[in-house]
């Protein structure tokens, strides 16, 4: 394997490699590195939050005390921030790099906001859980999510008033894909997740008197179907496996689907809906490792500060400025902006994100200043109250040492290469030719300050 | 996806295949200032309450479905009989007397969204309920009529969707001086002072590229030709929205070459205890108003202004138990200028007896009528390039 196919494979199934990790995997076949990456993530992992705050809110004084369910509203949302923050480390430090990248890409996907602390952490066990796993269980479960049956209004969805949010996404967003179905669909879809409620500790519990058990119509079929049996007719449809997979193939291989791609991976993933057997089909194809799929994707803001970490760790000792750099960016962790999630793509860059982006790397490592302005109301998630512009830098600990001895007889070439994967453009390749030949702090800097070190 | 192809069959169908201009040269012209004309947009997030905005003071119907929050009759400024101004809102009476203001009542879209992030995503991409785009409606106008990034300008450092185009995207900005400076500050000029445009990326790094390229040109366009913002009349200190509006001004006497700006002013979602909340809020709106279009007029500048005013959407006809109203449905918008074909009252406010199945306000005028109508009767272009539908156009221009 070349470098360059390596890292591509690492950059779109975790978060890259360092120089030395990227030169030992170079000399392993595709077959084992893939194998290796699956291995790796065997394990589930949920991030280790601490709860013993909510002892202080016992259920049954929170039911009758308006001012202590106020008081667990304020510090959940700080638990939540906390766990923003646990969630953080995790995609910086984890060796299981594949469970993570395919927990990001499924929190994307199911997407869901919550303030309830202990409920948002469940559902994100859940979604590491099934993140290689069998699709259909997975539905089933996000289904059954407290998060998700507040996100999306299921509490509210009885069987005398209807409501048909989470039908309508279920469909929409998280199965066939807009226009794959009726409207009368929604609405007997609807009627079958009636009653979906959850307990105080999150787990799923339905409440009979408002269920609708009578018979539905959905998809040609004829019965009294609930939930999970009408998931099982919406994977049924092919269309179903074809949604997923086109999703997935704009995601970890480009956003221009090939359509003959992914009829194959829709033959491997259709009837088992094996997520692992699918995943694997893609990184061991030949055409995950085309030219025209490598190095053209736009870092999301959070690919682009854990790959500056990942190279070089950085400690954030305020939370704050981790937040903030989440908010200036357009990607807070746990704060997708609505159910459809982040766009991603040409969407993350404006004007001003893509200066901040050019400058990010200076301002994490070499703490320079910069400027910024408080941006609003984030929602549910009140980040930083600050008023006005503030020039500022980070207070972040860079551990150079460890650089050091990660680039130690690296070439500067071979820092490129680990850090670029895309074609650089002629003038720009000039400017490199300038920087010499060692792998500087200065030089790092300066490449990661590249366009170019925005692709992946 | 699905959204983005649309759009790109439609431009297609319309016989716009889009030559992707990626650097074309920078001819600085100069607009003419006699007939250059600009749309200065003015967003009220949260939903503002258009029943406690424009009061319908002799309804019955009102007052009962607000016993705690129905303004009195004593407490607006008359505008008919049946209609009065919040009290806050004088400036925009004055407009109104003088024939300014065309007041258009009942605007919205079919099946409307009461979640502020998709009512706010339908009207700034200009979309059905059923398909959201992906791109602006004033990305879209950059897109099609668009020669400089800078066409149009929101005063804010990010960029709403609305001015996000499938190939371009307009400027955010809050200061010239500050957009110029910041990029001073990056490496954006060393960077590009190697870039080869010969080897251009017709991708994604082609777009950053691109990005970078129209932020440093926009940036000294910007620095070189606006004015100092020191020599504008006095607008109301502390607002946010005044200060936009005079970083507008500002612009708009520069002579700069833009169209189109966009402006908002938050806060709108009053759930609770609405009553000072709305009214100090409707209070900057105006004065914020009131000194942007002084300001215009000493400056000759009012005739070739035209102001828009909306929100995402209305609010409940009936109030909640905590003094405040729930997210509703249609809504007024405000159209402010000089040369109005139709000034005062557009049309008359809908039945307050034929409310949807949510108690909300029916909808009567299609908000992209609106958007259709300034775009074909105002900054003269296609509207239906723009808008991907052949909609219908109002005469209050």
Same mark, same amino acid.
């Given at each position: ?128 859980? !099934? ?25 509210? $969805? ?10 309508? +996404? ?12 009726? +409207? ?73 689907? $090939?359509?003959?791609?992914?009829? +194959? ?137 460890? !650089? ?53 | ?397």
């Amino acid at each position: 394997m070349t470098y360059k196919e390596v890292q591509h494979l690492y950059w779109r199934a975790g978060f890259g490699l360092k120089p030395k990790e990227l030169q030992y995997l170079a000399s392993f076949s595709k077959e084992a590195l893939v194998n290796d990456l699956f291995q790796k993530s065997k394990d589930i992992i949920p991030l280790q939050k601490d709860l013993s705050y909510l002892k202080a809110f016992p259920q049954e004084r929170l039911k009758k005390d308006a001012e202590l369910r106020q008081e667990l509203a304020r510090r959940n949302r700080e638990e939540t921030k906390v766990l923003n923050t646990i969630w953080f480390k995790r995609l910086e430090k984890t060796p299981r790099v594949l469970r993570e990248r395919m927990t990001l890409f499924w929190a994307n996907h199911f997407v869901c906001k919550d303030m309830t602390t202990a409920h948002i952490l469940k559902y994100n066990t859940t979604l590491r859980t !099934y993140a290689l796993g069998n699709f259909r269980d997975f539905v089933k479960a996000i289904s059954k999510e407290a998060s998700m049956i507040r996100y999306l209004n299921l509490n509210q $969805n009885n069987k005398n008033s209807p409501n048909e949010n989470f039908a309508r +996404e279920l469909l929409e967003l998280f199965t066939l894909g807009e226009g794959n179905y009726l +409207e009368r669909d929604i609405k007997e879809c609807a009627r079958a997740f009636t009653g979906y409620r959850f307990k105080f500790n999150g787990d799923f519990w339905l409440f009979k008197k408002r269920h609708d058990y009578d018979a539905k119509q959905f998809f040609g079929k004829e019965g009294k179907f609930n939930g999970d049996d009408i998931i099982d007719i919406i994977l049924e449809q092919k269309q179903c496996a074809q949604h997923i997979c086109e999703k997935i193939y704009s995601y970890f291989v480009n956003t221009t689907v $090939n359509k003959e791609h992914v009829r +194959e991976m829709v033959e491997v993933f259709y009837g088992e809906y094996d997520i692992e057997k699918l995943m694997r089909y893609i990184f061991n194809s030949d055409w995950f490792y085309n030219e025209e799929n490598i190095g053209i994707k736009i870092k999301s803001p959070i690919d682009l500060i854990v790959g500056i970490q990942r190279m070089v760790p950085v400690y954030f000792t305020k939370n704050e400025e981790l937040f903030r750099l989440q908010t200036l960016l357009d990607q807070f962790l746990l704060n997708p902006p609505n159910v459809a999630g982040w766009q991603g793509g040409k969407s993350w860059i404006t004007t001003n994100s893509l200066m901040l982006r050019i400058k990010l790397p200076s301002m994490i490592l070499e703490k320079e200043s910069y400027s910024y302005q408080y941006k609003g109301n984030v929602k549910n998630l009140r980040i930083v109250s600050v008023k006005n512009k503030y020039q500022e830098k980070l207070t972040v600990y860079v551990d150079w040492k460890a !650089y050091k001895k990660s680039v130690k007889k690296i070439s500067l070439e071979m820092l490129k290469d680990t850090l670029i994967l895309c074609e650089v453009n002629r003038g720009t390749a000039n400017y490199i030719r300038r920087f010499g030949r060692r792998p500087s702090r200065k030089n790092l800097v300066n490449l990661m300050s590249l366009p170019e070190y925005q692709m992946c | 996806m699905k959204r983005r192809s649309f759009i790109k069959n439609t431009s297609l169908a319309t016989g716009m295949a889009l030559v992707p201009n990626f650097l074309k040269a920078f001819d600085d012209l100069v607009p003419n200032l006699n007939t250059h004309r600009n749309l200065v947009v003015i967003h009220l997030k949260g939903g503002n309450d258009g029943l406690n905005t424009i009061i319908p003071v002799n309804n019955d119907i009102y007052y009962n479905a607000r016993p705690k929050i129905a303004l009195k009759q004593k407490d607006t400024i008359r505008l008919n009989d049946d209609l009065g101004f919040n009290k806050n809102l004088m400036p925009l009476k004055k407009l109104y007397d003088q024939g300014y203001l065309s007041i258009i009542n009942n605007v919205g879209y079919p099946n409307p969204s009461r979640s502020h992030f998709v009512s706010s995503d339908i009207w700034q991409t200009a979309s059905d309920h059923s398909n959201i785009l992906d791109s602006g409606w004033i990305g879209r106008y950059l897109d099609k009529y668009g020669k400089k990034p800078y066409n149009a300008i929101q005063i804010n450092d990010d960029l709403d969707l609305a001015l996000r185009g499938e190939r371009r995207n307009g400027i955010a900005t809050r200061n010239a001086k500050q957009l110029y400076r910041s990029l001073q500050e990056s490496d954006f000029n060393t960077i590009l002072s190697y870039y080869d445009h010969s080897h251009h990326d017709e991708h994604n790094l082609g777009y950053l590229y691109q990005t970078m390229i129209d932020a440093k040109s926009s940036a000294k366009y910007l620095y070189e030709t606006a004015l100092d913002s020191n020599l504008s009349d006095s607008y109301p200190k502390k607002s946010s929205l005044s200060n936009q509006l005079k970083v507008v001004g500002q612009f708009i006497k520069s002579g700069l070459d833009t169209n189109i700006y966009y402006t908002s002013l938050a806060g709108f979602d009053t759930h609770a205890n609405q009553i000072g909340r709305q009214d100090k809020l409707l209070k900057n709106y105006a004065e914020a108003i009131e000194a942007f279009v002084k300001d215009l007029r000493k400056n000759n500048r009012f005739k070739n202004t035209l102001i828009l005013t909306f929100s995402e959407f209305g609010r409940r006809v009936k109030q909640n138990h905590s003094n405040g109203t729930d997210h509703g449905a249609a809504n007024n918008v405000f159209v402010i200028g000089e040369n109005l074909k139709k000034s005062g009252l557009y049309n008359s406010l809908a039945s307050l007896n034929d409310l949807d199945d949510n108690g909300d306000l029916k909808y009567e005028i299609d908000f992209r009528t609106v958007y259709a109508t300034i775009l074909s009767k105002w900054l003269d272009v296609d509207d239906r390039i723009v808008l991907n539908q052949d909609f219908e156009k109002l005469n209050f221009i």
